[in-house]
């Protein structure tokens, strides 16, 4: 058992860090360059045993997404028990800015997630739940529906602030703007 727990262990490591190399090739030179090619190369891996840890490279696309969401929840719950309401909407713009090619891969490129139902893995659950349990002390009523609103507003703006649409200016305004519109 001691070998087939150390090859296991092996296994894991390995996909860690073609989960990481693909991270860091997106981050520095945009999804369009994570190649298998290129990730190969960078983790000194054949790209059979790429594809003997990924199906494809939607599949590694999920693995990154999956991360950044981990690190999302945790810099939102931060931000939530420190800061309330405001404090959540920076913290959210703020990872969507520093990480961009991560929160691309949660909210804007093609993965295997399933959002918002039951099959949705527990990890999307929370992240949820972290936007949910800052608007819930404002919601009249469906609670849900009002946190899928303000998310929406903050993806908005997270991506048109990441596309330079939006007067960089004015950031903190129209964050304040979006809480008040939540606070009512």
């Not at 494809?56 to 420190?82: C, S």
Request: no cysteine.
């Amino acid at each position: 058992m001691p070998t087939q727990d150390r090859r296991e262990r092996a296994r894991a490591e390995r996909g860690a860090l073609i989960v990481r190399a693909a991270r860091e090739l997106a981050e520095a030179d945009g999804w369009d360059a994570v190649t298998t090619r290129r990730l190969s190369e960078a983790v000194e891996y054949s790209q059979p045993v790429l594809y003997s840890h990924f199906t494809n490279m939607q599949a590694i696309v999920t693995a990154v997404a999956l991360d950044g969401i981990a690190e999302l929840a945790a810099v939102l719950r931060k931000a939530r028990e420190a800061d309330g309401l405001r404090g959540l909407a920076e913290a959210y713009l703020g990872y969507a800015e520093a990480h961009p090619a991560v929160y691309a891969a949660i909210f804007t490129r093609r993965t295997d997630l399933v959002f918002g139902s039951e099959e949705s893995p527990e990890i999307l659950k929370a992240t949820f739940g972290e936007l949910r349990a800052a608007v819930e002390p404002y919601a009249d009523g469906d609670a849900e529906t009002r946190t899928e609103v303000f998310w929406s507003a903050l993806h908005g703006q997270a991506t048109l602030n990441q596309d330079r649409r939006l007067r960089p200016a004015q950031r903190s305004d129209r964050i304040a703007h979006l809480v008040r519109l939540v606070t009512g």
